[in-house]
């Protein structure tokens, strides 16, 4: 291995090796768990679209209007529980048309 692939492939273990350790690979969501119910509903409102963890297992995506569904998909409201109510109403789901004419 040339002195130049060494120095390569240590800068890229050492770069590699810096983002595990700060978490810039592998970020959690945020929990609707640890956030009181209006909490959840702005961070909804001000991204637009955000992938939020729900349970100790469970994550949805919620959506703030139908400009972050495809064309066939409609808005369903969700609810999700926060650390002050069993269900809050977060936002929404994108739910895909159940009576599209190509799924005759």
Known sequence: MSVRRFAIAVTV???FTAALA???LAQGRPSTLAMSCAQAKALVTQSGAVVL???PYTFDRFVRDRSFC??????EPTWAPTRDA???LVG???ERTRDRVFDR
């Not at 495809?70 to 808005?75: G, R």
């Open 22 to 24: 700060s978490g810039a």
């Open 92 to 94: 929404h789901r994108c």
């Open 13 to 15: 273990s050492t770069v």
């Open 86 to 88: 069993a269900q809050c």
């Open 70 to 75: 495809t064309p066939d998909e409609n808005l």
């Open 53 to 55: 963890t729900t349970g």
